[in-house]
């Protein structure tokens, strides 16, 4: 059973300059225990969606569609209601992580917090337990009492990872974690959030613009592709059998140090504008296969296997009629 | 001004080194110590042949950037020299320097603050020729544009830089730094904070202009996979010093050096998975630098001459390696100590 | 944090220098100069003014004149008051006194209060409450701290029975001290009230800027996710940042508190340096003048400097480095 | 940003339209003050002394017979000439004095920036009292004085900026094209930096404002300039207020609030709308 749905889920912005549909009608699903890998450019929503999820918008944000987390729909909860559960059963680790501390406030106690918030526990316990955790991610002792200046990337890391799985949350929710962090480093932290997973069973939802990353310590893959999902299934499947246009090019783009010398394809053109998207199928105005029926596609997602879905018109050759539930 | 007309290389720094003196505290300050200064670049030789792409790799904090800068000069080294077509450059006036300033160029990092937002693509990209009395003609800021995989370019000569994605004020900023046609080119990091679908095709813009223009360039990054694509050469620097080089292929397909496979080994691969074994903990402060092989207290084969005798650069299968048991290591006979 | 206060320490000392250089410049070398004026008085002997030049140290070259002056300011020798025949000193110090009673209170009570309605408004912004507190702040941030005094003599003239101006009844003695502080908190109210609301408006605004900024930053929403409250997050996050770039901007205006107080001082006729420095001036009573500015520039130099060490206590970045 | 939608978006801003809406009536009143202003700033009508407002004299008449609606329309002249003159100095002096330490930086930096500092330093309206009184009370000096003693804060917030841009990449780029020190500032920081300039400029007329109308009303400047400080300077010291001679002392204080709201007001709006924040902020939900 799966332990988050996500239902026709839409975060659209007024801006100045129009609505922009950051989110457009995304449905997805992340099992118990399960890591899965939301991969797409800058701008494809992926990010919009991980704070949709946590219910941290911008003022201008309208939200639309269901979040089912444990049979509960997230998004019908009130503001105060939702507060026990954020930071609690679902945390985040947000991109950028010298910017997600707070610079005055001592590396324990910040940890701390959602201890006191949700743990209710006392500020000692709650401060002998945030050390422990510190030292169960690799904050050794003598670097709790610190403030997030004193600290490298790669520890600051380490410290949102402690603050964002205190409370035992079922769901992590990690937004380029590794962005800005050395390589070594970033193979480090990828290892302790797998390893975080296997000790509690956590389920993790990973964003990242690195596919080849993604495919290293995820169970499944989604590819998003301007506000919408277009394929998604087992690491393998995606990888190894990728039916989207968009996943095929995304995957021929990556540099690999198994080629050397070779050029990598690219994916020709811009990401659409995400006020006035072109109608019918998004990614039609790159896409080398386009025909006439994608200016309809109404962006449903085939079931290529009981875990593989893409949404093109031309995987298995389906009929286009056919409308999403 | 030193001539040395038999140089092989276009540019080639001679054990160069750079050193920063970090801020005296009040307590050193009247005791006359002076802080550990900041090793950025300690001793290192460098040679860029003609046309080449030359590759720098290693961690933020290997002094891979400040090796570049010193090169182009914009730093000024400690000690060592810097030679550029056969003259020694790093000790000559400012006049001088000028002249050789645009015979050699720098593209940046970050997309963002590379661009003065104030200003149009076609006054970003022809102010190399204005600023050296060139004329500037639209012909040629348009070829540039297009090289650079701006199409059609005058689509985009009177844009803003705040009208461009990340990946098309990059073309921008490497169009602006080939126009003067330069023969040296530091290109630091210029994909890195671009997404991984974008990197290959600013990647062979760069490749595009080193065989249209025979450019050289020195290509600073931390990916292994980025200097696969379009280097031809491969230099690998941990804590101020060169502790791998090789062409491509032979640093790739048999590293040598225990730091060069682990950088290999956290590369991320499609399909792939997390390496077994990683280093432990972070590159150490250039202020405080590991005696012997600065890289054992990291190394998975450290025995107790890593830390007291510091290895030499030399060849071995093909390549330059510091390490002192870079044979074994490259026959297997070296058990690696469980981290 | 050492460094940093013995830095800030050493900015203050020569700040305090150049206001020395300025006031000797001011008040010995420029054309029209005090001193020179001095002179001028016909009516003064041979021997009175050789004994003025021989004080003055006019005879001697200019550099030996100014470290005589400094050497004088350092010994507490600031001069006769013209006026008062005094020592300037003795002419100050109540008066400083005088203003340090109607100052402190009231900038600590503005500092309080502008900030706090900073941080509602900040928090709020954008709502009508934040239109509310914003619009009032600008409004005394734009009114002249005399007229507001002005209103509020003519309010107090209509109401009756609130003294509106000096510090103590005159004429009346007093039988104990709570009579005698009685008298003098009731004199004290409209100065404080006026000097309490010009500098609350712009602490109340550079408070809103600071929290709408902190608002921006990533941490906010870091902390935000882990599951608090609005007011948690603003008490325990948002305002300790906040007040950072605050206490830099308070600590810069400073000066505009005190040239406030001078404002305030002289409306209401408070018998502080403020009113000094105006009855100087009219005075052409140049040694008190001089004096007036020296310990008005001391005490920003000196409040400069607290406010410098909260800096340091509050922020962590300086406290620990 | 093309200027239009820079103006587009000033307009769109509250604050912005009403405080230059406040500035284009306060202009027109100071250019029309002999077409608008129903006497002769100076014209004495003996019938009618201390009068309270009146269809003759609309906002009555002060202890010698002036109209005063005509002092106050005459009074903006000298406040506003003061407010732009004293900013001119003083925005040209920060400018230059942001510009040189932020780029140059190293010991004239120091320098510049312990001198800076000192002026911000210390009560300007304290040191304006002693310099006009050293120096003696013309307009010129008046206007000096706050001009040379308005410029820190305009220097602080140019140095900053520049320190910012003199370290962004396209500066070096422009260097290693070959571009001079001239080049860079004229091309490369000062369009980027004199946006912070014009909000700050229109605050330090709006503090300029201030300043002279408390010299005034001090009795520092020329106390035979009409401005709104000196009528006040008048109620005050003839004895008005405590009569509660409110038309008299409320209308000249009201210009000045309205007039350094209008500077204000204009000056919040164009810093919001010319140097915005990037980020959004906000997270607390609406829904």
């Given at each position: ?26 449905d ?17 929503g ?155 069973g ?10 080849s ?105 389906k ?7 | ?35 550990p ?12 042949q ?12 290997s ?64 102010e ?17 544009l ?21 990946g ?41 202009f ?9 290509l ?46 956290v ?73 | ?58 005879n ?8 005589l ?15 008062y ?31 706090g ?144 107080a ?12 403020g ?10 009573d140049?040694p ?34 | ?56 004299h ?77 120096l ?11 001009g ?44 980027n ?95």
């Amino acid at each position: 059973m799966s332990l988050l749905d996500i239902e026709n889920l839409k975060v659209y912005f007024a801006t100045r300059a129009g609505i922009v549909r950051a989110v457009d009608g995304v449905d997805l699903s992340v099992g118990t225990g399960e890591v899965l890998g939301l991969a797409g450019e800058s701008g494809s929503g992926k990010t919009t969606l991980g704070y949709a999820l946590m219910r941290v918008l911008p003022r201008n944000a309208k939200l639309d569609g269901r979040i089912i987390f444990e049979g509960r729909d997230l998004l019908s909860l009130s503001a105060t209601e939702f507060n026990r559960v954020r930071g609690r059963e679902i945390a985040m680790v947000f991109q950028g992580s010298m910017n997600s501390l707070n610079p005055v406030v001592r590396v324990e106690d910040q940890v701390a917090e959602p201890l006191i918030l949700h743990g209710g526990l006392s500020e000692d316990e709650a401060k002998k337990r945030a050390r422990e955790l510190l030292a169960e991610v690799g904050v050794s002792e003598d670097k709790a009492k610190s403030y997030p200046h004193e600290l490298s990337g790669g520890l600051k890391q380490r410290v949102a990872i402690a603050m964002a799985i205190s409370t035992r949350p079922k769901l992590l929710i990690a937004d380029e974690p590794t962005t800005a962090l050395d390589v070594v480093t970033q193979a480090q932290i990828l290892r302790l959030i797998s390893e975080l997973r296997d000790r509690f069973g956590l389920s993790v939802i990973m964003i990242s613009h690195d596919l080849s990353l993604l495919s290293e310590v995820c169970d499944r893959l989604a590819i998003m592709y301007a506000g919408k999902i277009v394929e998604v299934g087992s690491k393998v499947e995606v990888v190894n059998t990728p039916e989207h246009p968009y996943t095929q090019a995304l995957l021929a783009s990556i540099p690999s140090v198994e080629r050397v010398g070779e050029d990598s394809t690219s994916i020709p053109g811009e990401p659409p504008d995400p006020i006035n998207p072109p109608s019918g199928c998004r990614f039609m105005p790159r896409c080398a296969y386009a025909r006439s029926e994608c200016k309809e596609f109404n962006g449903y997602l085939y079931e290529l296997s009981s875990t593989h879905r893409a949404a093109c018109v031309l995987v298995g050759g389906k009929p286009i009629e056919r409308v999403p539930r | 001004m030193e001539v040395n007309p038999l140089s092989e290389y276009l540019v080639s720094g001679v054990n160069l080194t750079k050193h920063f003196e970090s801020r005296r505290s009040p307590i050193e300050f009247l005791t006359g110590r002076r802080p550990p200064p900041i090793r950025a670049v300690d001793g290192v030789n460098i040679e860029i042949q003609r046309g080449e792409i030359l590759a720098l790799v290693g961690e933020s904090g290997s002094g891979k950037t400040t090796l570049g800068r010193l090169l182009l000069l914009l730093e000024k080294p400690t000690s060592g020299e810097v030679w550029f077509d056969g003259q020694r450059i790093d000790n000559v006036g400012s006049r001088t320097l000028r002249a050789y300033r645009r015979r050699m160029q720098m593209i940046y990092q970050d997309p963002y603050g590379s661009l003065n937002p104030k200003l149009r693509v076609s006054e970003i990209v022809s102010e190399p020729l204005r600023v050296n009395g060139i004329e500037v003609k639209k012909d040629r800021l348009a070829e540039y544009l297009a090289v650079s995989g701006l199409r059609p370019p005058e689509k985009f000569l009177d844009r803003y830089p705040h009208e461009l994605s990340g990946g098309q004020r990059q073309r921008v900023a490497i169009a602006r730094a080939m126009i003067l046609e330069p023969e040296f080119v530091v290109a630091d990091e210029p994909v890195s904070m671009l997404d991984v679908s974008l990197r290959s095709e600013i990647l062979g813009v760069i490749k595009r202009f080193n065989q249209m223009l025979k450019t050289s360039f020195l290509l600073i990054t931390h990916d292994l996979a980025v200097a696969a694509q379009v280097s031809s050469r491969i230099m690998v620097m941990y804590l101020g010093r060169v502790v791998e080089e090789g062409d491509t292929l032979g640093v790739l397909r048999r590293p040598k050096h225990p730091y060069t496979q682990t950088l290999l080994s956290v590369v991320p691969r499609l399909g792939g998975s997390l390496p077994k074994t990683l280093p432990k903990g972070e590159i150490p402060s250039a202020k405080n630098i590991p005696s012997g092989c600065r890289f054992h207290t990291r190394c998975a084969y450290a025995l107790p001459v890593c830390s007291t005798d510091e290895p030499e650069l030399r060849l071995v299968d093909g390549s330059h390696v510091s390490c002192h048991f870079a044979e074994q290591i490259l026959s297997g006979s070296t058990k690696q100590s469980t981290s | 944090m050492g460094r940093y206060i013995a830095k800030r320490a050493l900015t203050s000392i020569i700040t305090f220098f150049a206001v020395l250089v300025l006031t000797f410049i001011l008040f010995r070398l420029l054309p029209g100069n005090p001193v020179l004026l001095l002179f001028r008085n016909p009516q003064l002997t041979q021997q009175q003014i050789a004994q003025l030049s021989a004080q003055f140290g006019l005879n001697r070259p200019l550099y030996e004149q100014f470290i005589l002056f400094i050497v004088n300011v350092f010994r507490g020798n600031w001069g006769l008051s013209f006026y008062y025949r005094a020592p300037v000193t003795q002419v100050l110090f109540p008066a400083l006194l005088n203003s340090i009673i109607l100052i402190l209170p009231s900038t600590i009570l503005a500092i309080l209060i502008g900030v706090g309605l900073g941080v509602i408004s900040g928090w709020k912004r954008n709502t009508l409450t934040d239109m509310a507190v914003l619009s009032s702040s600008l409004v005394l941030y734009a009114i002249p701290t005399f007229w507001l005094g002005i209103l509020l003599i003519m309010l107090a003239v209509r109401i009756g029975g609130i003294p509106v101006s000096g510090m103590l009844s005159i004429g009346v003695s007093f039988t104990s001290p709570t009579q005698y502080l009685g008298n003098l908190l009731r004199h004290l109210l409209l100065p404080m009230i006026t000097l309490t609301l010009v500098t609350l408006g712009q602490f109340s605004i550079i408070m809103r800027t600071s929290v709408i900024n902190e608002l921006t930053e990533d941490y906010v929403v870091a902390a935000y996710a882990k599951g608090m409250s609005e007011s948690r997050l603003i008490r325990k996050h948002v305002v300790p940042n906040a007040l950072l770039p605050t206490v830099s901007i308070i600590a810069i205006s400073i000066g505009t508190v005190v040239a406030g107080a001078v404002l305030t001082e002289t409306v209401f006729s408070w018998p502080g340096v403020g009113t000094l420095i105006y009855d100087s001036i009219a005075r052409r009573d140049y040694p008190v003048l001089q004096g007036a500015f020296l310990i008005v520039a001391l005490s920003v130099i000196i409040s400069n400097f607290i406010a410098d060490l909260v800096y340091a206590y509050l922020d962590p970045r300086v406290k620990y480095s | 940003m093309s200027d239009h939608s820079t103006l587009k978006r000033y307009l769109g801003n509250r604050k912005g339209s009403l405080g230059l809406a406040i500035l284009v009536v306060l202009v027109f009143m100071a250019v029309l003050a002999p077409v608008i202003s129903p006497y002769k700033a100076t014209q004495i009508d003996p019938t009618a002394i201390l009068q309270p407002p009146s269809a003759k004299h609309l906002l009555g008449t002060n202890e010698v017979g002036e109209d005063i609606l005509s002092l106050i329309i005459w009074g903006s002249r000298i406040s506003l000439l003061v407010g732009f003159l004293a900013t001119f100095v003083a925005v040209l002096v920060g400018t230059a004095v942001g510009v040189v330490a932020g780029y140059i930086g190293g010991f004239t930096d120091e320098a510049l920036m312990r001198i800076t500092d000192f002026f911000l330093v210390i009560p300007a309206v304290v040191l304006a009292i002693v310099v006009a009184a050293v120096l003696g009370n013309t307009l010129l000096n008046v206007i000096l004085i706050i001009g040379l003693l308005s410029w820190p804060s305009t220097a602080r917030v140019v140095r900053s900026a520049t320190l910012v841009y003199k370290q962004m990449p396209f500066v070096e780029a422009s260097k290693c094209a070959g571009a001079g020190t001239a080049y860079i500032l004229r091309r490369h920081i000062l369009p980027n930096v004199l946006p912070l300039v014009y909000a700050n400029t229109s605050l330090t007329i709006a503090n300029s404002i201030f300043t002279q109308a408390a010299l005034v009303f001090l009795g520092v400047g020329d106390i035979n300039d009409i401005s709104w400080g000196q009528i006040l300077h008048f109620a005050y010291a003839s004895g008005a207020i405590t009569a509660g001679d409110y038309w008299y002392a409320i209308p000249p204080g009201l210009m000045i609030v309205v007039a350094v709201l209008g500077f204000a007001l204009t000056g919040y709006a164009l810093d919001e709308v010319l140097n915005p924040k990037l980020k959004a902020g906000v997270v607390f939900e609406s829904a």
